[in-house]
């Protein structure tokens, strides 16, 4: 059972394959993973360069050949037709229940620990992207975990995702498997 999150593919195909390589060694084993993407998906947003390896539609048919374990969610850069190219849904925030936590699922640019708003205050751990930089922290008791980027990374900072399964979170750097951030989660 593990949970892989992603965020700010911003249309780079090869950061996703590394990416989608990962999770789906981890399926072979495992019947069930599921990935969730915390938005800006497919375009690479007009302030930001072209992440490497470029290529939005490329981007969506490796995403919609996953579409029955995928979860998505609106970030900034997402628009109305990005739904249009998706076989997924790219929905709202959402917070689920995940063995006796509470996760809420954000893209960060309207919630994030400086601006927590209540759903986030609700739940044990909030995941979110937008800043493309992994961080962790704890705030009122609640643990946000930026889970990073996989397109683009801030300057000298490592592309990354977030991994959760019954004993652990992990954030780990796309590129070379090290561990960030790694946190014990108590059954
Ligand atoms: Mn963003």
């Known amino acids: 059972m593990k949970l892989f999150i992603g965020s700010d593919i911003h249309g780079s195909e090869a950061n996703l394959l590394k990416f989608l390589n990962i999770v789906d060694a981890a399926a072979k084993s495992d019947p069930d993973v599921n990935i969730a993407l915390l938005g800006d998906i497919y375009n690479h947003g007009p302030r930001n360069p072209f992440p490497e390896g470029y290529a939005p539609m490329k981007v969506a048919a490796l995403l919609n050949a996953r579409k029955d374990y995928i979860m998505a969610i609106k970030g900034n850069c997402d628009s109305e037709v990005d739904q ?94 090290n561990t960030i951030i790694e946190v014990a989660l108590q059954q």
Do not use: Q
């Open 84 to 177: 249009m190219i998706s076989e997924f849904e790219i929905g709202t925030d959402c917070t689920c229940e995940w063995l006796g936590y509470t996760l809420h699922f954000t893209h960060g640019h309207k919630c994030n620990p400086e601006l927590p708003i209540k759903d986030a205050k609700d739940s044990d751990i909030v995941f979110y992207g937008h800043f493309h930089k992994p961080t962790l922290t704890v705030s009122d008791g609640v643990l946000y975990i930026c889970v990073g980027a996989l397109g683009l990374s801030a300057n000298g900072v490592p592309r990354s995702y977030a991994v959760i399964d019954e004993h652990k979170l992990a954030v780990k750097n796309l590129d070379n498997g």
